[in-house]
Nanobody, 124 residues
Framework: QLVESGGGSVQTGESLTLSCTAS????????IAWFRQVPGKEREAVAC????????YFADSVKGRFTQSRDNAKNTGYLQMNGLRPEDTAVYYC???????????????????WGQGTQVTVFS
């Protein structure tokens, strides 16, 4: 399973780091994608981190502000969000794909595991 943490409420310009921790499988063998969703709107792809070598992709709306990383020893992936804006307010989800190489921020492959989601609220 995947367990997410790190969401919260912050002011505009502040930072948060979301964590996506795997149990029962080895996360380094999976690509990690991040999505966000606001009630009443379609889910938006935010970022895709490949399972090993390869390019990390970000949505234009977060490019230059968000970064991704993983700590294989902790079996955890991270989404570092800097310069947060009110429009970043959403529920954020991580998803993983076994042996997958990101070719864009949009991932068109079956999800192996979903995180439970974590709320991020940014106040103006």
């Amino acid at each position: 399973q995947l367990v997410e943490s790190g969401g919260g409420s912050v002011q505009t310009g502040e930072s948060l780091t979301l964590s996506c921790t795997a149990s029962g499988f080895t996360l380094k063998n999976y690509a990690i994608a991040w999505f966000r969703q606001v009630p009443g709107k379609e889910r938006e792809a935010v970022a895709c981190l490949p399972d090993s070598h390869g390019i990390t992709y970000f949505a234009d709306s977060v490019k230059g502000r968000f970064t991704q990383s993983r700590d294989n020893a902790k079996n955890t992936g991270y989404l570092q969000m800097n310069g947060l804006r009110p429009e970043d307010t959403a529920v954020y989800y991580c998803a993983v794909y076994r042996s997958f190489t990101c070719v864009s921020v949009e991932v068109k492959a079956p999800v192996d595991y979903w995180g439970q989601g974590t709320q991020v609220t940014v106040f103006s």
